[in-house]
């Protein structure tokens, strides 16, 4: 399946990033791999951006680029440029851009949701939030269980 999405492997796995055009996956993506190469996260690389293939295996979800975009990123002010990139990752997360309904405090269940029948972890990002911050904030603090 073939989604309107960018992905970034952060470490064993990768962060999905959905959002509608100009909502800013492509600056989300750049900014992790940057924050990769300074140290503020482990090892950062990008899988794709703009479209990429999704496919379920083994109960996994895997993610690659999509043909002619491998390697390609879009940078706001400098165009289309070629980076680093893996060819397949798992992905471990799934981050949502400008949602509406994004939630301060949001249930248990609106953290989970479903790709080519594998269940993720969620997270929505609201329309006036920092995505890099929030994300930050999710892959580097754990669940108070509450």
Same mark, same amino acid.
């Given at each position: 399946m $073939? =989604?309107? !999405?960018? !992905?970034?492997?952060i470490g064993p796995r990768a962060v999905l990033i959905r @959002?509608?055009?100009?909502s @800013?996956?492509? #600056? =989300?993506a750049f900014a =992790?791999? *940057? !924050? #990769?190469e300074t140290g503020a996260l482990p090892f950062a690389r990008l899988v794709g951006d703009d479209r990429?293939?999704?496919?379920? +295996?083994?109960?996994? =979800?895997l993610v690659r680029p999509a043909g002619a975009l491998a390697g390609l990123i879009e940078i706001r002010g400098l165009g289309i440029r070629r980076l680093p990139s893996e060819p397949v990752a798992l992905v471990g997360l799934v981050v949502d851009l400008e949602v509406a309904?994004?939630? *301060?405090?949001?249930p248990a269940d609106a +953290?989970? $949701?479903?790709?080519?029948?594998?269940?993720?972890? *969620?997270l929505a990002v609201a329309p006036a939030a920092d995505p890099v911050g929030l994300l930050f904030a999710a892959l580097r603090t754990a669940d108070s269980g509450q």
């Open positions: $073939t =989604l309107h !999405a960018s !992905a970034v492997l @959002g509608a055009a100009g @800013g996956k492509s #600056g =989300l =992790l791999i *940057r !924050a #990769g990429v293939h999704v496919e379920a +295996a083994h109960g996994r =979800l309904d994004a939630e *301060r405090l949001p +953290a989970v $949701t479903e790709l080519a029948g594998i269940r993720l972890p *969620r």
